[in-house]
């Protein structure tokens, strides 16, 4: 099993920062990617972000490109989420999620973040 422990959450205003982090421990050597997915108030969970656990892969949801920055500290075990330029319409909360290579889907999940950003 892997846990992962997402951080970083917070208020903001539109137009700044917010890092979030994802921290994952127990059987780490299983992880083959990772991702983030967020979900605002009344609407479906979103895909944010994706990265391979080796290597350098990324690919982004098409709402989040060019201000999200997916990364990840395999030394630390940790996954990052670097968002800039805050909109509104980013409140939500922020998942991360992890799988191994032998399943198609994520099969490991947090508990969520809450981002929240006033205007």
């Known amino acids: 099993q892997v846990q992962l422990i997402e951080s970083g959450g917070g208020l903001a205003q539109a137009g700044g920062s917010l890092r979030l982090s994802c921290a994952a421990s127990?059987?780490?050597?299983?992880?083959?990617?990772m991702g983030w997915f967020r979900q605002a108030p009344g609407k479906e969970r979103e895909f944010v972000a994706f990265?391979?656990?080796?290597?350098?892969?990324?690919y982004y949801g098409d709402s989040v490109k060019g201000r999200f920055t997916i990364s990840r500290d395999s030394a630390k075990n940790t996954m990052y989420l670097q968002i800039d330029n805050l909109k509104p319409e980013d409140t939500a909360v922020y998942y991360c999620?992890?799988?191994?290579?032998?399943?198609?889907?994520?099969?490991?999940w947090g508990q969520g973040t809450q981002v929240t950003v006033s205007s």
């Open positions: 127990g059987r780490t050597s299983r992880l083959y990617s």
């Open positions: 990265i391979r656990w080796s290597g350098s892969n990324t």
């Open positions: 999620a992890a799988r191994e290579p032998t399943v198609l889907t994520y099969n490991w």
